[in-house]
């Protein structure tokens, strides 16, 4: 069974850095979608980005494009989150989720294997 662990969250201050992980267990990612999302108090889970199995194809939200970047390492089973150039919008519990999929989606209800979230908070 596959599991998923985020990592990497934390307090930053506007403009400033942070890389978030998504280490998975139990099954090997290479036929997976893996999709970033986040939920902020009081708004519905979102999508952020989306990675297909074999990195080729990478799809952003309007909101992080050029900010972000996803990238994975199917060989170590780690998806990994680049987030530069931090809001205060930005602020949210991240989440890394898997889909047995060739093709991406920004839709969460899609998505059957989920992490436990790490928070980011961005803030002066």
């Known amino acids: 069974q596959l599991q998923l662990v985020e990592s990497g969250g934390g307090l930053v201050q506007p403009g400033g850095s942070l890389r978030l992980s998504c280490a998975a267990s139990?099954?090997?990612?290479?036929?997976?979608?893996i999709g970033w999302f986040r939920q902020a108090p009081g708004k519905e889970r979102e999508g952020v980005s989306c990675?297909?199995?074999?990195?080729?194809?990478?799809n952003y939200a309007d909101s992080v494009e050029g900010r972000f970047t996803v990238s994975r390492d199917n060989n170590k089973n780690m998806v990994h989150l680049q987030m530069n150039s931090l809001k205060p919008e930005d602020t949210a519990i991240y989440y890394c989720?898997?889909?047995?999929?060739?093709?991406?989606?920004?839709?969460?209800?899609?998505?059957?294997?989920w992490g436990q979230g790490t928070q980011v908070t961005v803030s002066s």
């Open positions: 990675i297909n199995s074999s990195g080729g194809r990478i």
């Open positions: 989720a898997a889909r047995r999929s060739p093709y991406c989606s920004g839709y969460p209800r899609l998505y059957d294997t």
């Open positions: 139990g099954l090997t990612l290479d036929y997976y979608v």
